[in-house]
């Protein structure tokens, strides 16, 4: 068996492996990321990379108030009785931290979206602005022979399969036919894009998650740290007690790494693992349908290892992943890709509704709120599954899941069955097996509503972070808009995830703790998915995964480094 000596191992690639990677270099160690998968990024790769960093720098700059007490306030409100204190002290006070570290010694760079409100943004603490940041865009060219190894984002998230869109594009694409600024920004990015594919398998040009995957990954080559793909860790060595390394399977062999200061796991939680999905979602629990976002890797090894240590999942949480909800789209083969809905649903004319045609939620709430609100209204029935609903004007104008705005047409997508069209709402029912008068007198109330500009059913658009997903040209209400000009349209909603809130038990250094005592089993850190989430299973607003993921990534390098 081949042996080799680092400082560190570090178990996955994702932004909290590369971040501890990148830190623990940086500070002079010698340090192997070891990846699972025959591409590196993890789920951060299929994300839109943004961060959640009360007090940050950039936001500072521009003015913006914040400060640890109302971060750590806001977080104990969402967390409730799952909320560790000094885990979350430990964020807040690290967190800007990490982020200015990042910004000075790497390629990592972010922007500042100063009205990106926290997802509750009336609770105690909370922003409306500010926080949350998203990761610029990257030229994937700089990566070089590297880029393939980038793992590609779901083509459902890619314009043309291939070509990645910032959330800074989004509105130049809604708006391209209606101005001309707008217009020349979509023709250069189709421009980039044509080039790149003379050349490239997909465009270079990237951005969200893949672009900070990309960034942390330059920053790491330029250190000469090797990122082994297609290398699972399947053991960890001890010496006394104390985790001394592990053993990688790498080109077909058995490698046993010695590593001097800490083995760290960040893995990707479990999202992909059927047993435990089954074990603490409880709509799976209960035979119901899921569908799954994250990468097929993400099995719970991290977990797995650590447990046959003594270690154990927390309990700590008040939901075991973070919901999302989900369609598919039939690749023609008996395969669908899933597609996320974040966007659609906060638009003026869109509402969502059970199989009895009744509105169950805020569609413009965040994902995560959506989704048991979906499963609480799917109680007595055999699925989980609801329908978002739009008329020809708001699909022609949004587009719907992953059908284009005007101009792009729109007819594969109804003769693949994936959106689904009816003359009227009655017909459109009929073909939904959803209650058709149901559906009619939900939409006349709606639209009464709408023109008012108020929901009180609901409270769709009466705060800022629904507004901040609306159309702002909507008057009175950024989020509402009446349903009336046929034919109608919808698309098929089930829940899904973004990856798991459940993990190990760890503390405030991100050490794995043991399962007996809550002492910390030396040589062992986890980040990332592979901890249980410093948010209690709470999604208090965008980058609450990857903003901890990094943060304590940075902070595991700190300690063990010192």
């Given at each position: 068996?081949?042996?080799?000596e680092c400082d560190?191992?570090?178990?996955g690639?994702?932004?909290a492996?590369l971040?501890t990677?990148?830190?623990?270099?940086?500070?002079?160690?010698?340090?192997?990321?070891?990846e699972k998968?025959?591409t590196?990024?993890?789920?951060t790769?299929?994300?839109?990379?943004?961060?959640?960093?009360?007090?940050?720098?950039l936001a500072?700059?521009?003015?913006l108030?914040?400060s640890?007490e109302s971060a750590l306030?806001?977080?104990?409100?969402e967390?409730?009785e799952?909320f560790?204190?000094?885990?979350?002290r430990a964020?807040v006070?690290q967190?800007?931290?990490?982020?200015?570290?990042?910004?000075?010694?790497s390629h990592?760079?972010y922007q500042?979206i100063?009205?990106?409100?926290?997802?509750?943004?009336?609770g105690?603490g909370a922003s409306?602005?500010?926080r949350s940041?998203?990761?610029?865009?990257f030229?994937?060219?700089?990566?070089?022979?590297d880029f393939?190894?980038?793992r590609?984002?779901?083509?459902?998230?890619m314009?043309?399969?291939?070509m990645s869109?910032?959330?800074?594009?989004i509105?130049?694409?809604f708006?391209?036919?209606?101005s001309?600024?707008?217009a020349i920004?979509?023709?250069?990015?189709l421009g980039?894009?044509a080039?790149?594919?003379?050349?490239?398998p997909?465009?270079?040009?990237i951005a969200?998650?893949n672009a900070?995957?990309?960034r942390?990954a330059?920053?790491?080559f330029?250190?000469?740290?090797p990122?082994w793909t297609n290398?699972?860790?399947?053991?960890?060595?001890?010496?006394n007690g104390r985790?001394s390394?592990?053993?990688?399977?790498r080109n077909?062999?058995?490698v046993?790494?010695?590593?001097?200061?800490?083995v760290?796991?960040a893995?990707g939680?479990f999202?992909?693992?059927?047993?435990?999905?089954?074990?603490?979602?409880?709509h799976?629990?209960q035979?119901?349908?899921?569908?799954?976002l994250?990468p097929?890797g993400n099995t719970?090894d991290?977990?797995h290892?650590?447990?046959t240590h003594?270690a154990a999942?927390?309990d700590?949480?008040?939901?075991?992943?973070?919901?999302a909800?989900?369609?598919?789209?039939?690749?023609?083969d008996?395969?669908?890709?899933p597609y996320?809905?974040?966007i659609?649903?906060?638009?003026?004319?869109f509402?969502a509704?059970d199989r009895?045609?009744k509105?169950f939620?805020n569609?413009?709430?965040?994902?995560?709120?959506?989704v048991?609100a979906?499963?609480?209204a799917?109680?007595?029935?055999?699925?989980?599954e609801?329908?978002l609903?739009c008329?020809?004007?708001?699909?022609?104008?949004y587009?719907m899941?992953?059908v284009p705005?005007?101009p792009?047409?729109i007819?594969?997508?109804?003769d693949?069955?994936?959106?689904?069209?009816?003359?009227?709402?009655?017909v459109l029912?009929t073909q939904l097996?959803?209650?058709?008068?149901?559906?009619?007198?939900t939409?006349?109330?709606y639209?009464?509503?709408a023109?008012?500009?108020?929901?009180p059913?609901?409270?769709k658009g009466?705060?800022?972070?629904n507004h901040?997903g609306g159309?702002?040209?909507?008057?009175p209400?950024p989020?509402l808009a009446?349903?009336?000009?046929g034919?109608?349209?919808?698309?098929?909603?089930?829940p899904?995830?973004l990856g798991?809130?459940r993990?190990?038990r760890?503390d405030?250094?991100?050490?794995v703790?043991?399962?007996?005592?809550?002492?910390?089993i030396?040589?062992?850190?986890?980040?990332g998915?592979?901890m249980?989430?410093?948010?209690g299973?709470a999604?208090p607003g965008?980058?609450?995964?990857?903003?901890?993921a990094?943060?304590?990534?940075?902070?595991?390098?700190?300690?063990f480094?010192?």
């Amino acid at each position: 068996m081949e042996r080799i000596e680092c400082d560190v191992l570090v178990a996955g690639s994702g932004a909290a492996g590369l971040t501890t990677a990148f830190t623990a270099a940086d500070s002079g160690l010698d340090v192997i990321v070891a990846e699972k998968e025959a591409t590196f990024g993890g789920t951060t790769a299929y994300s839109a990379g943004v961060i959640w960093i009360p007090g940050n720098t950039l936001a500072q700059r521009a003015g913006l108030s914040d400060s640890k007490e109302s971060a750590l306030a806001y977080m104990a409100s969402e967390a409730g009785e799952f909320f560790d204190e000094r885990k979350a002290r430990a964020y807040v006070e690290q967190a800007p931290r990490m982020l200015d570290f990042m910004l000075e010694r790497s390629h990592v760079r972010y922007q500042l979206i100063p009205n990106w409100a926290d997802y509750h943004p009336l609770g105690p603490g909370a922003s409306s602005g500010g926080r949350s940041l998203l990761p610029e865009p990257f030229d994937g060219r700089r990566l070089g022979r590297d880029f393939s190894r980038l793992r590609t984002p779901l083509s459902t998230m890619m314009l043309f399969g291939g070509m990645s869109v910032s959330r800074s594009d989004i509105p130049h694409l809604f708006n391209a036919t209606r101005s001309p600024r707008s217009a020349i920004h979509v023709l250069k990015l189709l421009g980039r894009y044509a080039r790149d594919r003379l050349n490239w398998p997909r465009g270079t040009a990237i951005a969200n998650g893949n672009a900070l995957i990309g960034r942390l990954a330059l920053s790491l080559f330029e250190k000469n740290v090797p990122l082994w793909t297609n290398s699972p860790v399947i053991a960890l060595v001890t010496d006394n007690g104390r985790v001394s390394g592990a053993q990688v399977r790498r080109n077909g062999a058995v490698v046993e790494i010695t590593a001097r200061k800490a083995v760290v796991l960040a893995s990707g939680g479990f999202p992909r693992n059927e047993e435990w999905r089954r074990r603490y979602y409880p709509h799976v629990a209960q035979g119901k349908n899921h569908v799954f976002l994250a990468p097929p890797g993400n099995t719970g090894d991290g977990a797995h290892l650590a447990m046959t240590h003594g270690a154990a999942l927390s309990d700590g949480a008040s939901n075991p992943a973070a919901w999302a909800p989900v369609s598919r789209l039939p690749n023609g083969d008996g395969t669908y890709t899933p597609y996320p809905h974040f966007i659609d649903r906060c638009k003026p004319g869109f509402i969502a509704v059970d199989r009895r045609g009744k509105r169950f939620a805020n569609e413009a709430d965040s994902y995560h709120d959506f989704v048991p609100a979906m499963v609480r209204a799917c109680a007595d029935d055999p699925r989980v599954e609801s329908f978002l609903i739009c008329d020809h004007t708001t699909i022609r104008r949004y587009g719907m899941g992953v059908v284009p705005p005007f101009p792009m047409p729109i007819g594969r997508y109804i003769d693949s069955g994936y959106l689904v069209r009816g003359q009227t709402l009655a017909v459109l029912a009929t073909q939904l097996n959803v209650d058709p008068q149901g559906l009619v007198d939900t939409v006349d109330r709606y639209n009464a509503f709408a023109r008012e500009g108020t929901d009180p059913e609901f409270g769709k658009g009466s705060n800022v972070y629904n507004h901040f997903g609306g159309d702002s040209r909507r008057k009175p209400n950024p989020n509402l808009a009446p349903i009336e000009q046929g034919p109608y349209y919808a698309v098929r909603l089930e829940p899904g995830d973004l990856g798991t809130f459940r993990g190990l038990r760890t503390d405030e250094h991100a050490r794995v703790l043991r399962e007996t005592d809550a002492t910390p089993i030396p040589g062992l850190y986890a980040v990332g998915n592979d901890m249980t989430s410093v948010m209690g299973g709470a999604y208090p607003g965008a980058g609450i995964t990857i903003g901890p993921a990094m943060t304590f990534g940075y902070i595991a390098a700190r300690h063990f480094a010192e």
